[in-house]
């Protein structure tokens, strides 16, 4: 309808299409898509497309309520490009709650700060406009020039790739632009402005999907200091599959769409332009365009340009308009007289407008964002002529785009237009100017106004548009009257003092910004009404149920399942065993690991390097004992030595007879036996028969070849024997050996390399040789270059190094021990299997050897590294401690033991943080020697960097960082040299410290012996693999598996990969011969419909008619990146297996295992029944004999079950061979009762198994032992395998597109593949994966460590508990001091360090508000329980401040007056404040419109009760004062230079202060206090204010600050998406508690069954904790909330452990 109420957009709402949520001045709010409600709303053309539109929702929805919330630009995103939708980028930032209307620049800020943030995070993406998408504004005309002018911005002052020639989601262009790019995702939207355009969005994410594009919702999109999180939607094959089926269907849904919004759009211009065929509209606009070219030849900016184009022809437009209206009678138009502005009017409008776009040209923005907001709106009078006035601005800029012969700036095309000013302008003169208050403008304000205004009568031709002064000549009204026209002055931030803080750690590290903050009196009413709480002590572990004493580090470890004789004789006898069991395994489990046997460790005073190596130099310097056992020592060499001559007697024969029938099996058992054998005569011994029968062979391979192409394989084991014996066995070999070797080597055709062995020898004519027949026609180098390869000697050192026994270590490594020798830190940057954790075992044995109480930290990012490394410890070192001392020890979240009486420590960085911060572990503390932390680039990780940093600066020890993947190591090395001079610094202080309380925290130290100390940070960079890893792409061609060979050297083109390198498609009969391939992974489909049900394998030899692989086998694994998908694909592969078992056994096979079973169960019963036969009955009896009867019959009937179960070799992928029964009964029997033993133990008899983080840990070490013991050798697992799992395979297979798939995993699981040591070569094949994608996962950079932002407000709780209550002072300030002015991220960064300062003090004043310290920084009250749960901040503070307020004492009421127990609705209810406190998770705003049907869970979590609500708007109100007070004090540091330039773009507004005109002065006179708000955010008329009003200020602060509104511990009750959505809470928690189901919460809350046990898991320890700190720190036993959460941590776990 035109003529109804709009504003600066002319928007309004219309049959068939929904109003946009948040923009303002809509009376109607944006209705669910629900197709079966709104069949109405649906246009007749439509309407025939209904079903497939509700298919597509539906689809859609359910995708929508499985989507993952997680990091779009992950740690490593170089391999990624990603899509972002135009479309939805407009409608996201056009929605912001803080954009005025008519506002553009703001909103153009808002883009660029968008685009910019996901820029500046490693983000590669192409923004794609489509042009169909267009027509979806057709009825929202004030947003179509908006959308142009983006466009045009974007391509004109950005470097953004920007898309807009397709014409849509369909076209075959943009199918060749897809196939062409490969990206990896779409962000898009998942809700557009109408309903039909939300249709358009959903064609395009099914389009995606069909081209194998995952989708990233905009909506609840939310950002941190290095990432950005969104909800995400995997291409899985149904979409895939869906698309195939109805693509005619969907396809022609979407082009009836597209033309009924074209019609559309006629219909909404036809009113207006009705007396303008579009031709001669098109024709108008080119001549005023060249009229104005005329006026100004030299060309002009896109403002002055715009508003002259625009102001003529919409007047132009208007007066025609009004001239038909005349003519027709007023029924046949819409619009009653009374609500049309005349035409003069319309020209005043136009004036003031031309005055607005001459202030935008003079003022610069630091004086706009001090503009008046007007919050009147447009009266409907003019609504007609603004929609004019829309239409005309898209035409001319859509006409100025193509215009390549006139000279436009188009640089402010982001700033055409100011509504609010054009609002304020025309308040001024309706209703200031009228009353008296007439001010100038400006001469140069004024003389531009009027060129403007000239220029526009020169372009109107139709009638006379009047002179530009005066500006008002009509009395007419253009705003509404309102009461408060002008906006109100809203709650001032208060100007908060902070409470000072007498605390030493704040004048230490805050010192220099105390000037700068402004500090309340010590009698001020806010410090004196603090509540005074008890001095806090540290009395209890964080998760533990017993106290934390001096006792703990003995009584703990030497009794462990209880403490005193009673119970050493009660249950303490049964935990010992099941201890005695565990060691056992793990001993076995290592020894599996570490391939050595055990060392006896014996403690032994420290030698120095330079002591060492002059020993060793010294023969005859050692003691009479030394003497003796070095003859011992060669004695027992000697018999190893006669013992492997004897061995090789023993299997020579064997050996030699099985190269002759079969050369390949045979030179397999040959090499087989030089693995194990350690004899180096021995070996060259086996060396030369090897090399004979391989010349045998090769002989009779030539004789019989023919002028067939030749078998190089035979050749390169005769050059492999070669080059082994000449590197490596050259003492032992004599003149006839090298005669042989000249014999190999002519019969190849090297005379070359005959004369390099011996220049006497005579080489015959080529031709006319009789072994010409069997050269390889080629040269010695081109032969081992191109046949070789990775079998060639690799350049290692051949000196040994007497501290190591095991290998001869390269110069890198002996570099690493040298660092240890030297008691240094060192950066550790190596390949994945190069070698360089044996450093870390190294570091081990020194400690280890020094004295018995020094301590080694084994620092691991996850625990299945954990286990694995404290089995490896414990299997490799033996070592006789002191009563109550252990070898090593382990610390997770999960589980404990020997923590604090070991000399190894192996943990997680949470569990070692945890002690590091004790106050009563400081003992403990000071007997650390080193630290090692595998896998350091976690610094840069998702979850918990910033503990990685926090020990990387608290430890005083050296320390060893080790890891595979770090780009910029040497900034890294910098930083933490930077940190090792602190402490030189502070160790002298503290060294002076000589307290009486600090001895007893020094007597420690005593004990070992004292080492000289190093502050030095060595780099031992090191970039070479030992392994060669081949590339191979893999896929489907005519039912047949093709591989492509990928050279690395392929990916550094910009082509495509296929040019740089032949499709090589190779057929099952070219891979007869292993040599060509050892081993190829396959990804086979067996139905060629489904990918779901893929079976990958190896191959070696041949393919069955079937489909199914079969044949010779060697391990391998394949990363997946969902838990759920890991363990489908593993059944997958088990379920063929099994059904190509079942296809060739009798149909009648399951009927006689049935009958068997019967009858195995009766002669059971019988023999139960009968009584045994004494062994000394002297007669036989009958009873004896049908004893005897029942045996042999259960026997018989054993056997006989046995083979009708037995499985066919080819049936399995299981290797019995290599693991004997005893071991695999017991790692069956250890994994009996755990919750996927089943699962596992029927994958594992089919030797496949998987791996992921919700196994438990006896699980994962099942696995990991039986794939290494070589009895699995299928393995598909998630990222658990990418950190340092010791899990070596030949091949890894990738065969799923993950957006988890980037730089970093792609290099952790290939490191997988042929391990140093094991193999000469790995594979790595990549199945179902695009070739872009493989391209650049190859040659992309790993990301450099930016650091993470490293305070919160428990760390600063514990660190002030540590500071306070640690009996050494010193030591413990100096490492608080440390962790606050050692970020990473503020290293060489001074702004942002002075930022962390301010931040702390913030943060003090928080916690002393709060009541956790007191003014003296001391900890006090509940202090204890927050920190406990320092690891769910801010839950960890509202869940205190709500026991401080007695909430959860008027909730846990008994069941009756004296009662323990509590009833079901209060246990619920509790549950229900708990879980909207801990283990958050939202769902997508979107999934609330769905229809599905819930069966047994909620799904959406209820608010909470209203008296826990109350309380936390209460703490949330104050938090934003606060946090307001401390943006203003930070706001100093902004970079105000940037703060007014766009982001992206880096325009400026910047110029001098218009102070010439009374009227800007005027206009400009907003007093309100803005210094913490962007000026381009002020120009909506946001103030400092607006930061207590809005939810996420992100968008609103000062940019420049670094700080976000996650850094204020807020939480949040409700929270909306960027469509101003609710997003609703997972009630997953509360709906486990009530039916206790995992199939419950993956059927209807769509969590899988992996993730929530997680989940589960996670919010069962976190019921634990709560529950154990509550009973320690409450003094009364029968306290009723103890008790209830006792109840319910009880119920919770038993609900739990039946899962």
């Not at 032949?1062 to 990804?1083: D, G, V």
């Not at 879980?1475 to 959406?1500: E, I």
Request: glycine residues 4%; proline residues 4%; aromatic residues 10%.
């Amino acid at each position: 309808m035109l003529g109804q109420e709009s504003d600066d957009f002319g928007l309004n709402s219309t049959s068939g299409f929904l109003p946009f949520p948040h923009l303002q001045q809509l009376s109607t709010s944006q209705k669910p898509v629900d197709i079966n409600n709104n069949r109405a709303c649906l246009f007749s053309e439509i309407n025939d497309h209904v079903e497939i539109l509700e298919d597509m929702s539906e689809l859609i929805f359910s995708e929508i309520a499985k989507a993952n919330y997680s990091s779009l630009l992950n740690d490593f995103v170089e391999s990624e490009l990603f899509l972002i939708d135009g479309d939805s980028l407009f409608i996201t930032c056009l929605n912001d709650k803080n954009l005025k209307t008519g506002q553009n620049l703001h909103f153009f800020y808002l883009v660029e700060r968008y685009l910019l943030d996901l820029k500046s995070k490693g983000g590669q993406f192409i923004v794609v406009f489509f042009k169909d998408f267009e027509h979806s504004y057709f009825q929202t005309p004030a947003l179509l020039p908006l959308r142009t002018a983006l466009i045009l911005h974007l391509q004109q002052n950005t470097d953004i790739n920007i898309q807009t020639e397709f014409s849509g989601c369909f076209s075959e262009e943009w199918n060749c632009f897809l196939k062409k790019n490969c990206p990896f995702f779409l962000l898009i939207s998942d809700e557009g402005i109408t309903q039909l355009q939300t249709f358009l969005f959903y064609f395009f994410i099914i389009q995606s999907w069909s081209k194998r594009i995952s989708i990233a919702l905009t909506s609840g999109q939310e950002s941190d200091i290095i990432r950005v999180y969104s909800y995400f939607m995997l291409s899985r094959y149904k979409n895939q599959h869906f698309f195939k089926q109805n693509e005619e269907e969907i396809e022609f849904a979407y082009q009836t769409i597209i033309e009924h919004l074209k019609t559309s759009s006629v219909t909404a211009l036809t009113p207006l332009f009705d007396q303008y065929k579009f031709n001669s509209l098109e024709e108008e606009i080119y001549w005023s365009i060249g009229q104005l070219q005329v006026l100004w030849p030299k060309g002009s900016d896109i403002q002055r340009i715009l508003c002259v184009l625009s102001c003529s022809l919409s007047l132009k437009m208007y007066y025609h308009f009004l001239e038909k209206r005349k003519e027709k009678c007023s029924s046949e138009i819409d619009i009653p007289k009374n609500h049309l502005a005349s035409l003069k009017e319309v020209q005043d409008l136009c004036r003031m407008y031309c005055l607005s776009v001459v202030f935008l040209l003079h003022l610069p923005l630091s004086q706009r964002a001090c503009t008046r907001a007007i919050t009147s709106s447009w009266k409907d009078t003019i609504s007609t002529f603004l929609q004019m006035k829309k239409w005309c601005e898209f035409f001319v800029l859509r006409n100025l785009e193509s215009s390549e012969t006139w000279n436009v700036d188009f640089t402010y095309v982001c700033d055409i237009n100011d509504g609010p000013l054009w609002k304020n302008i025309a308040y001024y003169y309706e209703n200031e100017y009228i009353q008296g208050l007439q001010l100038d403008l400006g001469k140069a304000i004024e003389a531009d106004y009027h060129d403007l205004w000239n220029a526009v009568t020169h372009l109107v031709r139709e009638f006379h548009v009047g002179p530009s002064v005066p500006l008002r000549v009509t009395q007419q009204l253009f705003l509404q009257k309102k009461q408060s026209p002008i906006k109100d002055s809203q709650e001032m931030v208060p100007n908060l003092g902070f409470i000072p803080v007498t605390s030493p750690i704040v004048r230490q590290f805050a010192g220099d910004v105390l000037d700068q903050v402004p500090f309340l009196r010590s009698d001020d009413p806010v410090v004196t009404s603090l509540v005074k709480y008890k001095e806090f002590h540290e009395l209890i572990h964080w998760h533990s149920n017993k106290p934390l004493s001096d006792h703990y580090e003995r009584t703990k470890s030497s009794t462990e399942g209880g403490c005193g004789p009673f119970n050493l004789q009660g249950k303490s006898k049964e935990f010992l065993r099941s201890k005695q069991k565990l060691q056992a395994f793990q001993q076995r489990f290592g020894s599996n690991l570490a391939g050595t046997t055990s060392k006896v460790i014996v403690t032994q005073s420290v030698r120095s390097k330079k002591d060492f190596v002059a020993g060793k130099n010294k023969k005859s310097q050692g003691s009479k004992a030394e003497i003796i056992i070095q003859e011992n020592t060669n004695r027992l060499l000697e018999k190893e030595e006669e013992k492997e001559r004897h061995r090789w007697k023993t299997l020579s024969f064997s050996i030699e007879g099985e190269m002759k029938e079969n050369f390949h099996s045979g030179i397999k058992k040959l090499e087989d036996f030089l693995k194990s054998c350690k004899s180096n005569s021995v070996k060259f011994t086996v060396e030369m028969v090897g090399l004979k029968a391989s010349l045998n062979a090769w002989k009779e391979h030539c004789q019989g070849a023919g002028k067939l192409r030749k078998d190089f394989s035979i050749a390169i084991h005769i050059m492999k024997r070669i080059h082994s014996i000449m590197e490596r066995y050259q003492e032992f070999l004599q003149n006839p050996d090298k005669k042989e070797i000249s014999r190999c080597l002519k019969y190849l055709g090297f005379d070359n390399l005959v004369k390099t062995l011996d220049p006497t020898q005579i080489i015959e004519n080529g031709r006319k040789s009789k072994k010409f027949h069997y050269a390889v026609d080629m040269g010695s180098a081109r032969f081992q270059l191109q046949q070789m390869g990775h079998y060639l000697i690799r350049n290692e050192r051949k000196d040994p190094d007497p501290r190591v026994n095991d290998f001869i270590p390269d110069t890198w490594q002996r570099e690493l021990l040298d660092v240890v020798d030297n008691n240094e830190s060192a950066v550790i940057v190596a390949p994945t299997s190069s070698g360089k954790t044996y450093a870390s075992y190294y570091c081990m044995e020194k400690v280890l050897r020094e004295s018995d109480y020094g301590v080694v930290v084994y620092v691991s990012p996850t625990k299945a590294l954990v286990n694995q490394v404290s089995t490896t410890v414990q299997s490799r070192f033996t070592k006789k401690l002191p009563e109550g001392q252990v070898l090593c020890g382990v610390f997770t979240r999960d589980y404990r033991h020997d923590v604090l009486n070991c000399q190894v420590l192996v943990t997680v960085p949470a569990c070692f943080e945890i002690l590091l911060l004790s106050p009563t572990r400081q003992e403990w503390v000071e007997k650390i020697r080193y630290v090692i932390f595998d896998e350091v680039h976690c610094l840069g990780g998702q979850i918990g960097a910033e503990i990685w940093e926090h020990l990387l600066v608290m430890i005083r020890c050296p320390f060893l960082a080790l890891s595979a993947t770090i780009s910029n190591p040497e900034h890294l090395t910098e930083w933490l040299q930077s940190v090792r001079r602190y402490w030189q610094g502070a160790e002298k202080n503290i060294d002076d410290f000589q307290s009486l309380d600090a001895k007893a925290c020094i007597r420690a130290s005593k004990r070992h012996v004292k080492v000289k100390k190093s502050y030095r940070v060595r780099l031992v960079l090191y970039e070479e693999r030992y392994n060669d890893l081949e590339k191979h792409v893999c896929s489907l061609r005519d039912d047949d598996i093709a591989f492509v060979h990928y050279h690395p050297l392929a990916s550094l083109t910009t082509d495509h990969p296929q040019s740089s390198f032949p499709l090589l498609y190779i057929t099952w009969s070219s891979l007869q011969e292993p040599s060509f391939c050892h081993i190829c992974i396959l990804m086979l489909n067996f139905s060629t419909l489904n990918s779901e049900t893929l079976i990958i394998s190896t191959l070696t030899t041949n393919v069955g008619r079937d489909g199914f692989l079969f044949s010779h086998l060697v391990s391998f694994t394949i990363p997946q990146f969902k838990i759920k998908d890991v363990e489908q694909r593993a059944q997958s592969v088990c379920d063929a297996l099994e059904k190509k078992q079942a296809m060739r056994q009798p149909d009648n096979v399951d009927k006689e295992v049935h009958m068997l079973n019967n009858k195995l169960k009766k002669v059971k019963k019988s023999m139960e029944k009968t009584p045994s036969v004494p062994e000394n009955a002297l007669k036989r009896s009958s009873r004896m004999d049908q004893s005897i009867i029942r045996e042999a019959e259960h026997t018989a009937l054993v056997k006989m079950l046995e083979k009708k179960t037995e499985v066919p070799p080819d049936c399995t992928y299981a290797n019995p061979k290599m693991i004997d029964a005893e071991t695999f009964e017991m790692m069956l029997y250890r994994i009996k009762k755990t919750r996927k033993g089943k699962e596992l133990e029927n994958l594992a008899k089919r030797g496949i198994g998987y791996h992921h983080g919700s196994l438990d840990a006896k699980g994962r070490q099942f696995v990991e032992v039986l794939f290494r013991k070589g009895f699995l050798r299928v393995v598909t697992a998630t990222g658990t395998l990418a950190l340092g799992i010791n899990m070596p395979c030949k091949s890894v297979v990738f065969t799923q597109n993950s957006i988890y798939l980037d730089a970093l995993n792609y290099r952790q699981m290939s490191g997988r593949a042929g391990r140093r040591g094991q193999d000469f070569l790995g594979n790595v094949f990549f199945y179902d994966i695009p070739l872009p994608k493989i391209e650049k996962l190859i040659k992309s950079k790993v990301p450099e460590l930016k650091g993470q932002f490293p305070l919160s407000m428990t760390l600063i709780l514990r660190l002030m508990l540590l500071a306070s209550r640690s009996c050494n002072v010193t030591d413990a300030e100096a490492k608080v001091i440390s962790v606050l002015s050692h970020s990473l991220l503020s290293f060489k960064k001074p702004r942002i360090n002075e930022m962390l300062k301010l931040y702390f003090l913030f943060s003090m004043q928080f916690l002393v508000k709060e009541g956790y310290l007191d003014c003296e920084g001391k900890p006090i009250g509940f202090a204890g329980l927050v920190s406990h749960l320092y690891y769910e901040e801010p839950s960890n503070i509202l869940f205190v401040s709500f026991l401080k307020k007695g909430l959860f004492h008027n909730l846990c009421q008994p069941t009756k007056k004296g009662s323990k127990h509590f009833s079901q609705d209060v246990m619920e209810k509790l549950m229900l404040v708990l879980a909207n406190l801990f283990g958050r998770k939202y769902v997508p705003a979107k999934f609330l419109d769905s229809n599905f049907k819930f069966y047994q869970s909620k799904v959406f979590l209820e608010d909470l009760p209203t008296d826990f609500n109350d309380a936390l708007c209460k703490y949330n109100r104050q938090v934003k004062r606060d946090f307001s007070h401390f943006l203003l004090i930070v706001s100093k540091f902004a970079d105000m230079k940037e703060e007014h330039q766009l982001p992206l773009s880096k325009i400026e507004f910047t110029g001098k202060k218009e102070d010439t005109s009374k009227l800007v002065s005027h206009l400009m006179s907003c007093k309100e206090d803005r210094s913490a708000v962007s000026p381009f955010v002020c120009l909506s008329g946001v103030t400092n204010q607006d930061l207590l009003q809005v939810g996420n200020i992100d968008s609103i602060i000062l940019r420049t600050i670094g700080v976000t509104y996650a850094q204020a511990p807020l939480l949040y009750p409700r929270k909306f998406d960027s469509l101003g959505r609710k997003i609703p809470l997972n009630a997953y928690a509360l709906d486990f508690y009530k039916h206790g189901s995992l199939k419950g919460l993956e059927q209807d809350n769509r969590i899988s069954e992996g993730d929530a046990y997680i989940l589960l898991r996670d919010f069962s320890l976190i019921l634990k904790s709560i529950s154990v700190s509550l009973r320690e720190l409450c003094e009364d036993v029968d306290d009723n909330v103890v008790l209830a959460f006792e109840q319910l941590s009880q119920s919770f776990t038993e609900k739990f452990e039946k899962i």
